[in-house]
């Protein structure tokens, strides 16, 4: 059963200050994880990420949504369909965090399976992808938990500090059957 204590709902532009502080907050906290640094995004003006979670929020396009603790945001993940025209079908699962006083209590699991929830109600989208760092053991078990299958590895995807590599497994979820054969 899910937590009732914990609540999840679609980010809005309103949500950008809260937003942004959890999300430098995982990038601070969790460099293993995630493909962009603190340090590089830290300095991003709060007007851009307002716009760029408006666009990314809205349907067509994809969804981000948090999660809720005591009225706090707590998680996040999301969904964002891919611009060009050859690959609108596909979307990629992002920002996949929860911060770790709500951690162990199912709010990654339903962040995930609530994401993937609304990419199927995305017009046309076929297949969601992500990569998860080889060290993110607990975000691999969730994904494969959830339908997400393994198709590949990119070696040394990013690069930590000097002489510290991170590969990271590519994983994806089919939304519809393929072409029989
Ligand atoms: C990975 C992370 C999102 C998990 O969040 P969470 O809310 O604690 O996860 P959940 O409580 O939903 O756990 C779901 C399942 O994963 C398992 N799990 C969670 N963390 C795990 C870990 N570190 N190792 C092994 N299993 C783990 C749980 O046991 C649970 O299994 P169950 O459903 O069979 O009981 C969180 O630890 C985090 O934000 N980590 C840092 C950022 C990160 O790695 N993001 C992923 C980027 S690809």
Not at 25 to 50: C, D, K, N, Q
Not at 55 to 84: C, D, H, K, M
Not at 140 to 163: D, M, Q, T
Request: zero cysteines; a neutral charge; proline letters at 7%.
């Amino acid at each position: 059963m899910s937590d009732p204590d914990v609540s999840l709902r679609r980010l809005v532009e309103e949500d950008a200050e809260s937003f942004w502080a959890v999300r430098l907050r995982a990038l601070r906290e969790h460099p293993e994880a995630f493909g962009r640094s603190y340090e590089e995004s830290r300095a991003t003006p709060i007007a851009a990420v307002r716009e760029r979670l408006g666009i990314a929020s809205a349907p067509p396009n994809g969804v981000a949504l948090g999660a809720f603790l005591g009225g706090a945001l707590v998680g996040t993940a999301g969904v964002a369909r891919q611009e060009p025209e050859r690959q609108r079908h596909k979307a990629t699962l992002w920002g996949v965090y929860v911060a770790p006083e709500a951690r162990g209590r199912g709010v990654a699991r339903r962040l995930v399976a609530e994401a993937i929830v609304h990419a199927r109600a995305l017009p046309d989208l076929e297949q969601i992808h992500l990569m998860v760092g080889e060290r993110s053991l607990g975000a691999r078990a969730i994904y494969a938990s959830l339908g997400f299958v393994p198709y590949g590895r990119e070696p040394r995807a990013n690069r930590l500090g000097p002489g510290d590599y991170l590969d990271e497994d590519l994983m994806v979820l089919f939304l519809v059957e393929g072409p029989a054969g």
